[in-house]
């Protein structure tokens, strides 16, 4: 029998056509997919990042943390009280309460109302100069503020306007006080400066409110603001932390100032990694390169097809790496999260997603080696506790793949997550009992957050398999079920337009089934793709005997040779409507070779009977199919399945001694016609093939008990 490589390979070759392309053929773009790989790969390894356990304020510290590398920190707290002291001798800042401005103005204008002696003392001034004279000087007295001496210094020093500052400050807020009168003078100078009052009037508005109290009050806004300036002037004190120092103690609460070490700590490990030394750099470089040609090793030697079509590698380097990108985004987002749920999902799941994908529509054996390939990758590059990431991921994705491998239905994808989610959980369990702890929270959020990216992975598999079966052009077995579908427009129109051959090609496909089940091939792909096999027979459906009614033959009006066309014309027309539907080009290749390049003998017979038995007369050419002969093992069991199944029709005794003559007969004829050369199947499969070939159709074919005709006289007593 043949070996289980290349039966393994033959299995998987069904899955792309052989159809190929410039994109598939190109030379150039297997050095851009190579190349981009690459790169990524070197982008992914030498970017890591650096994880610094982190904490929550106010929490309590669950052990000692200690400097890895020399740093500097942002010292909140020094800065704090460095901007204090900067502030500290900083005086009060007063105004004139607006509320007493506004009583004072209001006693003044009632008082000129009802004494109108004011104005033999002011001379020409009129009321409405009065007046403005008054809102002159409020606006004034509004706007003065009283300070010390130093602290009007200190203004000066932050560029502030001090023009409306008075060198003044009140010994008690909670009483009103006489302001001295060299502080009037200043205010009346200032007030009324640019006016065209006359001294008189000024000096008679001066000396009532010289006499009055005034409640001063402090201007906080100016202060602030004040403050605020002085204080900005403070560099940031960054305080020094060399290594080996203790950050913090076991059971310290955490402040501030901790945080701000541990992420500063993180920044100068970053840093020291000194991503952009020429000697970082080639370490990377040679990771890379040395990941690469292992790859390429890998594929070479177990899947040269792989390597030799652009189509299957790029599928898998697309895979790989959007496995790559999600767990590099998944650590970015719980890294630079706030509520540390880099503690809550420790071992986030990621390389079942990966192995599922490749399992399906490459094989298992590169799911398993891209698995572990990926395993090392993130456990060398991301933020996450070595051991256990690794083994679960690895675990998971192995039997995500052993589960893979039968998948027919899309939401058995769920199934396959939910075991390899079991083992994850399990894996999980097993590692803190082994670290002598029992279940706690740690462990439940492991176990759920494994819960999490098993059904992420389930929902993201249901959704993108489709979309990489359609682009890159790959039937599976979930394809394969679906074309199964008896609604299928082809299939529809086929019970319809030929029942015959509908009713045949179900014959076959179950026949051809059971074979390739037999030899290990692929029985599902046997099944569906004689469905459709000879869907060329709806164009001329009467010139097919299973079509034809009884007692009628069309071929009776035609000659042998526009028969025998007529006959082989069904496979290219096969062909065509294949492609307008949109058949997988594998179904397309099982319609070109389920005849191969054989002879329509019995036109071929007629004919040569017809000139006389002279073989030169007649072009055996015109009489055989097309071609081309089987390529697979599948191909070849259609073929003679289909054509065991037309034959035993004839037979007049239908029996397993009768079966197996004519499958003798019939598999011999094909072999010596050179029909099975160009596929893999071996003597010992052919045999194979035919016993359960003729123990299946003996099944077809038992007969049944007579049943008796009943009796109306026996019913009636």
């Given at each position: 029998?043949?070996?289980?490589?290349?039966?393994?390979?033959?299995?998987?070759?069904?899955?792309?056509?052989?159809?190929?392309?410039?994109?598939?053929?190109?030379?150039?773009?297997?050095?851009?997919?190579?190349?981009?790989?690459?790169?990524?790969?070197?982008?992914?390894?030498?970017?890591?990042?650096?994880?610094?356990?982190?904490?929550?304020?106010?929490?309590?510290?669950?052990?000692?943390?200690?400097?890895?590398?020399?740093?500097?920190?942002?010292?909140?707290?020094?800065?704090?009280?460095?901007?204090?002291?900067?502030?500290?001798?900083?005086?009060?800042?007063?105004?004139?309460?607006?509320?007493?401005?506004?009583?004072?103005?209001?006693?003044?204008?009632?008082?000129?109302?009802?004494?109108?002696?004011?104005?033999?003392?002011?001379?020409?001034?009129?009321?409405?100069?009065?007046?403005?004279?008054?809102?002159?000087?409020?606006?004034e007295m509004i706007g003065v503020r009283f300070t010390d001496p130093r602290t009007l210094k200190k203004m000066g020093d932050v560029d502030l306007d001090t023009k409306n500052y008075l060198v003044y400050t009140p010994a008690d807020l909670?009483?009103?006080?006489?302001?001295?009168?060299?502080?009037?003078?200043?205010?009346?100078?200032?007030?009324?400066?640019?006016?065209?009052?006359?001294?008189?009037?000024?000096?008679?508005?001066?000396?009532?409110?010289?006499?009055?109290?005034?409640?001063?009050?402090?201007?906080?806004?100016?202060?602030?603001?004040?403050r605020g300036l002085i204080q900005d002037l403070v560099p940031e004190k960054y305080t020094h932390v060399n290594a080996g120092n203790r950050i913090i103690d076991k059971g310290d609460k955490v402040t501030g100032r901790h945080l701000a070490?541990?992420?500063?700590?993180?920044?100068?490990?970053?840093?020291?990694?000194?991503?952009?030394?020429?000697?970082?750099?080639?370490?990377?470089?040679?990771?890379?390169?040395?990941?690469?040609?292992?790859?390429?090793?890998?594929?070479?030697?177990?899947?040269?097809?792989?390597?030799?079509?652009?189509?299957?590698?790029?599928?898998?380097?697309?895979?790989?790496?959007?496995?790559?990108?999600?767990?590099?985004?998944?650590?970015?987002?719980?890294?630079?999260?706030?509520?540390?749920?880099?503690?809550?999902?420790?071992?986030?799941?990621?390389?079942?997603?990966?192995?599922?994908?490749?399992?399906?529509?490459?094989?298992?054996?590169?799911?398993?080696?891209?698995?572990?390939?990926?395993?090392?990758?993130?456990?060398?590059?991301?933020?996450?506790?070595?051991?256990?990431?690794?083994?679960?991921?690895?675990?998971?994705?192995?039997?995500?793949?052993?589960?893979?491998?039968?998948?027919?239905?899309?939401?058995?994808?769920?199934?396959?997550?939910?075991?390899?989610?079991?083992?994850?959980?399990?894996?999980?369990?097993?590692?803190?009992?082994?670290?002598?702890?029992?279940?706690?929270?740690?462990?439940?959020?492991?176990?759920?957050?494994?819960?999490?990216?098993?059904?992420?992975?389930?929902?993201?598999?249901?959704?993108?398999?489709?979309?990489?079966?359609?682009?890159?052009?790959?039937?599976?077995?979930?394809?394969?079920?679906?074309?199964?579908?008896?609604?299928?427009?082809?299939?529809?129109?086929?019970?319809?337009?030929?029942?015959?051959?509908?009713?045949?090609?179900?014959?076959?496909?179950?026949?051809?089934?059971?074979?390739?089940?037999?030899?290990?091939?692929?029985?599902?792909?046997?099944?569906?793709?004689?469905?459709?096999?000879?869907?060329?027979?709806?164009?001329?459906?009467?010139?097919?005997?299973?079509?034809?009614?009884?007692?009628?033959?069309?071929?009776?009006?035609?000659?042998?040779?526009?028969?025998?066309?007529?006959?082989?014309?069904?496979?290219?027309?096969?062909?065509?409507?294949?492609?307008?539907a949109g058949l997988p080009e594998q179904f397309i290749d099982v319609i070109k070779e389920h005849h191969g390049t054989t002879l329509v003998y019995y036109f071929y017979k007629k004919q040569l009977e017809k000139v006389g038995g002279d073989?030169?007369?007649?072009?055996?050419?015109?009489?055989?199919?097309?071609?081309?002969?089987?390529?697979?093992?599948?191909?070849?069991?259609?073929?003679?399945?289909?054509?065991?199944?037309?034959?035993?029709?004839?037979?007049?005794?239908?029996?397993?001694?009768?079966?197996?003559?004519?499958?003798?007969?019939?598999?011999?004829?094909?072999?010596?016609?050179?029909?099975?050369?160009?596929?893999?199947?071996?003597?010992?499969?052919?045999?194979?093939?035919?016993?359960?070939?003729?123990?299946?159709?003996?099944?077809?074919?038992?007969?049944?008990?007579?049943?008796?005709?009943?009796?109306?006289?026996?019913?009636?007593?």
């Amino acid at each position: 029998m043949q070996d289980k490589p290349s039966e393994l390979k033959n299995y998987n070759e069904l899955k792309f056509s052989r159809e190929q392309g410039f994109f598939d053929k190109s030379v150039g773009v297997r050095w851009f997919i190579a190349i981009f790989f690459m790169l990524c790969l070197f982008c992914f390894l030498h970017f890591r990042d650096v994880r610094v356990e982190t904490l929550e304020l106010d929490s309590q510290a669950p052990n000692y943390f200690v400097a890895q590398v020399d740093f500097d920190f942002f010292d909140e707290e020094a800065t704090v009280i460095l901007r204090q002291a900067s502030v500290s001798n900083i005086g009060k800042i007063y105004e004139i309460s607006q509320r007493e401005i506004r009583k004072r103005r209001n006693e003044f204008e009632e008082t000129i109302v009802k004494d109108q002696g004011w104005r033999d003392l002011v001379g020409e001034n009129s009321f409405e100069d009065m007046y403005q004279a008054m809102d002159d000087l409020e606006s004034e007295m509004i706007g003065v503020r009283f300070t010390d001496p130093r602290t009007l210094k200190k203004m000066g020093d932050v560029d502030l306007d001090t023009k409306n500052y008075l060198v003044y400050t009140p010994a008690d807020l909670s009483e009103s006080v006489l302001l001295p009168k060299q502080i009037w003078v200043s205010v009346v100078t200032k007030g009324f400066a640019g006016k065209t009052y006359s001294d008189a009037m000024q000096a008679y508005i001066a000396s009532y409110f010289e006499k009055s109290k005034w409640l001063l009050a402090e201007d906080i806004p100016s202060q602030r603001k004040l403050r605020g300036l002085i204080q900005d002037l403070v560099p940031e004190k960054y305080t020094h932390v060399n290594a080996g120092n203790r950050i913090i103690d076991k059971g310290d609460k955490v402040t501030g100032r901790h945080l701000a070490m541990l992420q500063s700590m993180k920044k100068a490990l970053r840093e020291s990694r000194n991503l952009w030394h020429p000697i970082t750099l080639l370490g990377s470089l040679i990771i890379t390169f040395l990941f690469s040609g292992i790859c390429y090793a890998f594929l070479s030697v177990n899947h040269q097809q792989v390597v030799q079509s652009n189509r299957k590698l790029f599928l898998l380097v697309t895979i790989v790496l959007l496995t790559l990108a999600l767990s590099k985004l998944t650590e970015f987002l719980l890294l630079s999260s706030m509520s540390n749920l880099i503690e809550v999902v420790r071992y986030p799941v990621f390389v079942p997603f990966a192995a599922i994908m490749l399992c399906s529509l490459l094989n298992a054996n590169i799911a398993i080696f891209a698995g572990g390939f990926l395993v090392v990758v993130l456990t060398m590059t991301l933020a996450f506790d070595d051991q256990e990431f690794m083994v679960i991921n690895l675990a998971a994705a192995v039997v995500a793949v052993l589960n893979t491998r039968t998948l027919r239905q899309r939401k058995e994808i769920f199934v396959v997550c939910g075991k390899a989610w079991v083992c994850a959980a399990l894996i999980a369990i097993s590692f803190s009992f082994y670290s002598d702890s029992i279940i706690n929270m740690s462990l439940l959020s492991d176990v759920l957050s494994a819960a999490f990216f098993m059904l992420l992975t389930a929902v993201m598999v249901v959704g993108l398999l489709p979309l990489f079966e359609s682009s890159f052009r790959i039937m599976t077995d979930v394809t394969l079920m679906e074309y199964m579908d008896p609604n299928n427009d082809l299939l529809r129109r086929l019970s319809i337009e030929a029942p015959g051959t509908y009713q045949h090609s179900v014959v076959v496909g179950n026949l051809a089934e059971a074979a390739a089940l037999a030899i290990d091939a692929n029985g599902l792909f046997c099944r569906v793709s004689t469905l459709y096999h000879d869907i060329g027979k709806m164009v001329t459906p009467q010139y097919f005997t299973e079509n034809q009614q009884a007692g009628m033959n069309i071929h009776q009006l035609l000659t042998p040779l526009e028969s025998a066309q007529v006959i082989i014309a069904h496979v290219s027309e096969g062909v065509t409507m294949a492609r307008k539907a949109g058949l997988p080009e594998q179904f397309i290749d099982v319609i070109k070779e389920h005849h191969g390049t054989t002879l329509v003998y019995y036109f071929y017979k007629k004919q040569l009977e017809k000139v006389g038995g002279d073989k030169t007369q007649v072009d055996e050419k015109d009489f055989r199919y097309a071609g081309p002969r089987p390529r697979s093992k599948e191909s070849a069991i259609i073929m003679i399945s289909d054509t065991l199944e037309a034959a035993s029709r004839s037979l007049e005794v239908v029996d397993e001694d009768t079966i197996e003559e004519l499958a003798t007969r019939l598999i011999k004829e094909k072999a010596d016609d050179g029909q099975f050369d160009e596929c893999l199947i071996t003597f010992e499969e052919l045999a194979i093939v035919k016993k359960t070939l003729i123990k299946t159709l003996c099944a077809f074919a038992h007969s049944r008990v007579k049943y008796p005709a009943r009796d109306n006289n026996v019913m009636k007593t």
